[in-house]
Nanobody, 121 residues
Framework: QVALVESGGGLVQAGGSLRLSCAASGRTFSRYAVGWFRQAPGKDREFVLSISGSGVMTTSADFVKGRFTISRDNAKNTVYLHMNSLKPEDTAVYYC??????????????WGQGTQVTVSS
């Protein structure tokens, strides 16, 4: 099993940047694919980006359009979501999730508690 904790959310102006972190417990973290999802008020949760355990494979949602990237540091058991050119419509709770092999957009078995990102116009 793996436990996930997100951090790095906050309030940012449109056009700004944030880096979210997803810290994982466990000694076999490098076997786990990790995905980032988000849920805005009144909307369904949606997929953002994912990365394989080795970091070789990634998948992104169409709306990312090069603004967001994903990376991981297995030595630190951490996956990062780098968000640039933020827009008010990026406001949401961002969640990371893990699955013990590559799964792209899902399904994922383990979820963090989420971190709030608010983009002001």
């Amino acid at each position: 099993q793996v436990a996930l904790v997100e951090s790095g959310g906050g309030l940012v102006q449109a056009g700004g940047s944030l880096r979210l972190s997803c810290a994982a417990s466990g000694r076999t973290f490098s076997r786990y694919a990790v995905g980032w999802f988000r849920q805005a008020p009144g909307k369904d949760r949606e997929f953002v980006l994912s990365i394989s355990g080795s970091g070789v494979m990634t998948t992104s949602a169409d709306f990312v359009k090069g603004r967001f990237t994903i990376s991981r540091d297995n030595a630190k058991n951490t996956v990062y979501l780098h968000m640039n050119s933020l827009k008010p419509e990026d406001t949401a709770v961002y969640y990371c999730a893990a699955h013990e092999r590559w799964t792209g957009r899902g399904p994922y078995d383990y979820w963090g508690q989420g971190t709030q990102v608010t983009v002001s116009s």
